[in-house]
């Protein structure tokens, strides 16, 4: 994860309000949270979000920064169009206020469009369920109990 980024989410900021604080484009924050060569987009944007985000252009520019980490500030929870609420892995990331690509690491998964899925399927399969429950240190019987929608 890029600096940009990472500072961002950290700080709570939406990319539409830093755009604001800045007057910087969001197409133009997005290339800058996703450069790989950071020297292709100006120096004089990097000083604006430096400014704002209150770092130095140095932490901006780094792209070493672990995507998930305890630390890390969670986000809002959003309602999704697709996912499924009587599959239980949904309960869970709803609860925990997770997005698709904490999920994902959770999981063991290589892209959050995999655990997107997963949450809008109708039965989730047992190998996520167990992943899951142990990662909260509770049995898969009792995970489906916990994160099951009461009928």
Not at 13 to 31: C, D, F, N, V, Y
Not at 63 to 77: A, V
Request: one cysteine or more; a positive charge.
């Amino acid at each position: 994860m890029s600096g940009v980024k990472y500072y961002r989410i950290k700080q709570g900021l939406s990319r539409e309000k830093l755009a604001k604080i800045t007057g910087i484009s969001i197409p133009t924050l997005i290339k800058m949270e996703n450069a790989t060569k950071p020297g292709r987009i100006s120096a004089r944007h990097y000083r604006k979000v430096a400014d704002a985000l209150k770092v130095t252009i140095d932490d901006l520019i780094k792209t070493d920064f672990s995507d998930i980490s305890d630390d890390f500030p969670k986000r809002s929870h959003y309602t999704s169009k697709t996912e499924n609420l009587v599959n239980c892995i949904a309960v869970y990331r709803r609860n925990n206020m997770l997005t698709y690509e904490r999920l994902a690491v959770r999981l063991g998964l290589t892209t959050r469009e995999r655990a997107r899925q997963i949450c809008a399927s109708e039965i989730p399969l047992l190998k996520h369920l167990a992943t899951l429950a142990k990662y909260e240190n509770i049995s898969v019987e009792e995970f489906i109990q916990r994160y099951s929608i009461r009928r």
